[in-house]
Nanobody, 129 residues
Framework: QVQVTESGGGSVQAGDSLRLSCSASGPSRRYAMGWFRQTPGKEREFVAS????????NYADSAKGRFIISRDHDKNEVYIQMNKLKPEDTAVYYC???????????????????????WGQGTQVTVSS
């Protein structure tokens, strides 16, 4: 069982930056990770993902050029640096780890939402105009 915990949410002004952190613990540790977000009344949407090695990343169009996903293997943490935040980025952000059956070599761009089986509780990000 993989336990995922997010931190770093908060309230910021449009144009500000925020970094979310995610720690994941489990028997394998060789799993790709991703960030998703959800606003009330809407479906959860993909934001970014990173392969186990960190060598490949994938971003939603809304995140490209503004968000950067990274990971620190020593700390077993994943981060998403969010820059130039907009009010429409307001959401609960979830970190997730893939099922342990997903090959550690899977490129981030090949991951589907259904590949992510372990989810954190979410952290609120609010961007004011």
């Amino acid at each position: 069982q993989v336990q995922v915990t997010e931190s770093g949410g908060g309230s910021v002004q449009a144009g500000d930056s925020l970094r979310l952190s995610c720690s994941a613990s489990g028997p394998s540790r060789r799993y790709a990770m991703g960030w998703f977000r959800q606003t009330p009344g809407k479906e959860r949407e993909f934001v970014a993902s990173i392969s186990w090695s960190g060598g490949s990343t994938n971003y939603a169009d809304s995140a490209k050029g503004r968000f950067i996903i990274s990971r620190d293997h020593d700390k077993n943490e994943v981060y998403i640096q969010m820059n130039k935040l907009k009010p429409e980025d307001t959401a609960v952000y979830y970190c997730a780890a893939v099922w342990e059956t997903v090959s550690p070599g899977t490129p981030a761009g090949d991951l589907k939402e259904t590949d992510f089986g372990f989810w954190g509780q979410g952290t609120q990000v609010t961007v004011s105009s």
